[in-house]
């Protein structure tokens, strides 16, 4: 790896958002949008959704923390049978 492409994957890095939509987590899982929203998102242990409240008093859009996505897709690693 070149030090240029260090620099831009450290970059897309700090770029990322620490809330995340529907669609970052399709991005990152490899998934329809329409999967997340209708069937990961509602699978026991999936992490929760933060709503945070909108001007006319309503709850918004779902977001997640990635931090908490990330940790909840390395529980299904794999492991290597020797």
């Known amino acids: 790896m070149t030090l240029n492409e260090?620099?831009?994957q450290l970059v897309a890095v700090a770029k990322e958002p620490e809330l995340?939509?529907?669609q970052h987590i399709a991005d990152?899982?490899?998934r329809d949008v329409d999967a997340i929203r209708n069937r990961v998102?509602?699978?026991p242990?999936?992490?929760?959704?933060?709503?945070?409240?909108t001007e006319n008093g309503t709850k918004g859009?779902?977001?997640w923390r990635s931090e908490e996505i990330k940790?909840?897709?390395v529980k299904?690693?794999?492991?290597?049978?020797?």
């Open 28 to 30: 990152y899982l490899h």
């Open 20 to 22: 995340w939509t529907t």
């Open 76 to 82: 299904y690693q794999e492991s290597r049978v020797a």
């Open 6 to 8: 260090l620099v831009a």
């Open 41 to 43: 998102v509602n699978m």
């Open 61 to 63: 859009r779902p977001l």
């Open 45 to 53: 242990g999936f992490p929760q959704a933060i709503r945070l409240p």
């Open 71 to 73: 940790q909840w897709v």
